[in-house]
C-alpha cells in the first residue's frame, strides 16, 4: 500500500470475488480514497495488524470465515466503522449484520457512487463521537436511544418498563458492575433488592441467557451484575 498520500482517508476492502475487489480499488481510487484490498477474513487481519484503516468494506459471504464473523471478531478489539457488503437482502439479514456490530448494509448489486456516500459518511463522524448507540449482545442489537431490543432472527423483543430500565442502566455502562442496591434505586424508591434478582432473571430468559452460566448477564460475587456484550 503506497504511502504517497498519507492524508487521504484509507479504506480497506475484504471480499473473495477478485472482480470486484479489483473494480472496488480503481473507483475509489479515482475518488481521492488510499485503498487496500484483502480476499478473505485471514488476509484482511494481516493488514489489519499492520495497518490503520478508516472504513473497512466486508463481504458477507465469504468461504471460511464469514463477513459476519470477522465482525464479530474485530469488535472485540477495534472500533473501526465496518460496512457490510452482501446479496442476503432478507431484513434478518441485515439485523444479524448490525448484532454482530456493522455500522452500516448495503446488498447487491449497487452502484458505486452509493457506496462511496456511505463511506463518506462514515468518514465524517466526529473522532469524539461514540461509535454507535447499539450494544451487541447473543445475536440482540439494543438500541439505548430507542430502547429496542431486536434479534437477528426473532424481531424485536418486547420489554415491560423495568426491564428496559433495567437493561438500560447495564448496556450504558458495558461491564461496569452495578449493585442489587444501585439497580433497585434505578427502578424506583419501592424496588427490593429481591425483585432486581426476579427481573434479571426474566431478561435472561428475554434473550436466552443460561441463569446456570449468563454470558451476558453476568453475577458479578459480592457485588451484583453487569451486562457483558461480545
Given at each position: 500500500m503506497s504511502d504517497i498520500y498519507p492524508t487521504l482517508p484509507t479504506i480497506l476492502v475484504v471480499d473473495d470475488d477478485q472482480r470486484l475487489r479489483t473494480l472496488l480499488v480503481q473507483f475509489l481510487s479515482e475518488h481521492h480514497l488510499r485503498v487496500q484490498a484483502a480476499a478473505n477474513a485471514a488476509e484482511a487481519r494481516s493488514y489489519l495488524a499492520c495497518h490503520s484503516f478508516d472504513v473497512v468494506i466486508l463481504d458477507v459471504m465469504m468461504p471460511g470465515e464469514t463477513g459476519f464473523d470477522?465482525?464479530?471478531?474485530?469488535?472485540?478489539?477495534?472500533?473501526?466503522?465496518?460496512?457490510?457488503?452482501?446479496?442476503?437482502?432478507?431484513?434478518?439479514?441485515?439485523?444479524?449484520?448490525?448484532?454482530?456490530?456493522?455500522?452500516?448494509?448495503?446488498?447487491?448489486?449497487?452502484?458505486?457512487?452509493?457506496?462511496?456516500?456511505?463511506?463518506?459518511?462514515?468518514?465524517?463522524?466526529?473522532?469524539?463521537?461514540?461509535?454507535?448507540?447499539?450494544?451487541?449482545?447473543?445475536?440482540?442489537?439494543?438500541?439505548?436511544?430507542?430502547?429496542?431490543?431486536?434479534?437477528?432472527?426473532?424481531?424485536?423483543?418486547?420489554?415491560?418498563?423495568?426491564?428496559?430500565?433495567?437493561?438500560?442502566?447495564?448496556?450504558?455502562n458495558p461491564r461496569q458492575p452495578f449493585s442489587r442496591q444501585e439497580l433497585a434505586q434505578r427502578m424506583g424508591h419501592r424496588v427490593s433488592e429481591r425483585t432486581v434478582d426476579v427481573q434479571i432473571t426474566r431478561l435472561r430468559k428475554k434473550i436466552g441467557d443460561d441463569p446456570r452460566q449468563p454470558r451476558v448477564l453476568q453475577t458479578i460475587r459480592h457485588i451484583g451484575y453487569a451486562l457483558c456484550p461480545d
Open positions: 470477522l465482525t464479530k471478531s474485530l469488535r472485540q478489539t477495534h472500533d473501526i466503522p465496518i460496512l457490510l457488503l452482501t446479496a442476503r437482502d432478507q431484513l434478518s439479514d441485515k439485523l444479524e449484520g448490525f448484532g454482530c456490530g456493522a455500522n452500516d448494509y448495503l446488498t447487491k448489486p449497487f452502484e458505486p457512487e452509493e457506496l462511496l456516500a456511505r463511506i463518506r459518511a462514515l468518514l465524517r463522524r466526529p473522532n469524539n463521537q461514540p461509535r454507535s448507540e447499539e450494544v451487541y449482545f447473543s445475536g440482540y442489537c439494543f438500541n439505548l436511544a430507542t430502547g429496542y431490543l431486536y434479534h437477528h432472527q426473532q424481531g424485536k423483543v418486547y420489554l415491560t418498563s423495568t426491564e428496559l430500565i433495567l437493561l438500560k442502566t447495564l448496556a450504558q
